[in-house]
């Protein structure tokens, strides 16, 4: 099998309530859809969904780097050779930054694996190590009591482990973990994400202790991703786990933080690490250095986030994933896939492995087409 055609489409998907956190604001998410074609008549989906304070991409970067140079690099190549492949990306093409256009390229070549042989993504990197995981949903900043009410409503599904976006001034923030708790319950796992807004480590520190007495599982992300100091600051005066998302973009930048001690947790996204490789990379320093993995996710349709799921299932070391489904409050008004399923167990909303190979995620070619875009400048 070899790859004859790459194409990049353009889109924005409208989410269903504007997504606040400390470093941006959305009312869109962006997303690139690729399609790689193959001499056998298969084609492989990947998604990138940039954010350019964290990843260095724009809707518009992706498109002209995959187009430019990614894409060229792969023609006549077997898809099967990952290895190789990314090899040259990093080493060749010396491509830096521009994490989301290789993990939506690569996306789509695990994605075409996958349906070559007729086996789920996977079963291609370990095979399950569970059979499903709880649901979660990420509240934005939002007042206190549209929090609660949102939270009871979600409760009522089953969903039973919220991430509440904070980094504001921390008084706020424990009035709006302390809404979610109160309408959430004793029994529900919280988790705050600053997204680097605390302003030094002085404040994170002040932030987390006003935080603690609601029981938060961990702190994701509470100072600047350059400072691992201060990181590890927080984490030497607090009694709440400290994960790190921003910093954590690579292996290089895991081992960075192995050394500094900053951290208890790595928070791993795809659009970070640039793809799977780079992400199977990081969980085995995480794994060697005793640091468990949390797999979060950059707001994608159901496409990207099945990958992020295959990847969960399969790493015994991943031990909490960030879901953000399309379908809930914050997700997009119209999804651009299908195959991402859930089931109550024991009253607990709890995420299946789509069905199928590969990434187990069939198109909606009507929703693509009614949410592609086409460049403004």
């Known amino acids: 099998m070899r790859i004859t055609a790459v194409h990049v489409e353009t889109l924005e998907l409208p989410l269903k309530a504007p997504f606040v956190i400390a470093s941006s604001a959305l009312a869109v998410s962006p997303c690139d859809l690729v399609r790689v074609e193959t001499d056998e008549g298969l084609v492989g989906y990947g998604e990138a969904c940039p954010a350019y304070e964290f990843t260095g991409d724009t809707l518009w970067t992706v498109q002209d780097v995959i187009g430019e140079y990614l894409a060229p690099s792969v023609i006549g190549k077997d898809p099967c050779q990952l290895e190789a492949i990314v090899h040259c990306w990093q080493r060749e093409l010396w491509t830096v930054g521009n994490q989301a256009a290789q993990a939506a390229l690569e996306m789509a070549l695990w994605d075409l694996q996958g349906k070559a042989l007729g086996r789920p993504l996977c079963d291609l990197i370990g095979g399950r190590t569970r059979d499903g995981l709880t649901e979660e949903v990420t509240w934005g900043w939002d007042s206190p009591e549209a929090l609660a009410e949102k939270t009871r409503a979600m409760r009522a599904e089953g969903v039973t482990a919220f991430k509440i976006k904070v980094g504001d001034l921390p008084e706020r923030d424990a009035e709006r973990v302390a809404a979610v708790r109160a309408a959430a319950g004793p029994d529900a796992r919280l988790t705050v994400d600053a997204n680097q807004g605390w302003l030094d480590a002085r404040t994170a520190v002040r932030a987390v202790k006003l935080l603690e007495p609601y029981g938060i599982a ?3 992300q509470p100072v600047r991703m350059d400072d691992l100091e201060a990181a590890r600051f927080v984490r030497d005066h ?6 790190l998302d921003e910093s954590v973009r690579g292996p290089r930048e895991a081992l960075a933080c192995v050394k500094a001690g900053a951290c208890d947790i790595f928070v791993v996204k795809l659009m970070k690490t640039g793809g799977i490789l780079n992400a199977l990379k ?10 468990s993995v949390t797999m979060g996710n950059m707001g994608e349709s159901s496409l990207g986030l099945a990958a992020h799921l295959h990847v969960n299932i399969a790493l015994a070391n991943v031990t909490h994933w960030d879901a953000d489904l399309p379908s809930r409050p914050s997700g997009h008004r119209r999804d651009i896939g299908s195959g991402l399923r859930t089931e109550l167990r024991d009253g607990v909303s709890t995420m299946l492995i789509p069905e199928g190979a590969g990434l187990g995620i069939t198109l909606d070619e009507d929703a693509v087409a009614a949410q592609r875009v086409t460049r403004r400048w």
């Open 282 to 291: 990081v969980n085995a320093i995480a794994e060697a250095a005793g640091i």
């Open 238 to 243: 607090v009694d709440v786990p400290i994960a």
């Open 218 to 220: 961990f702190v994701e």
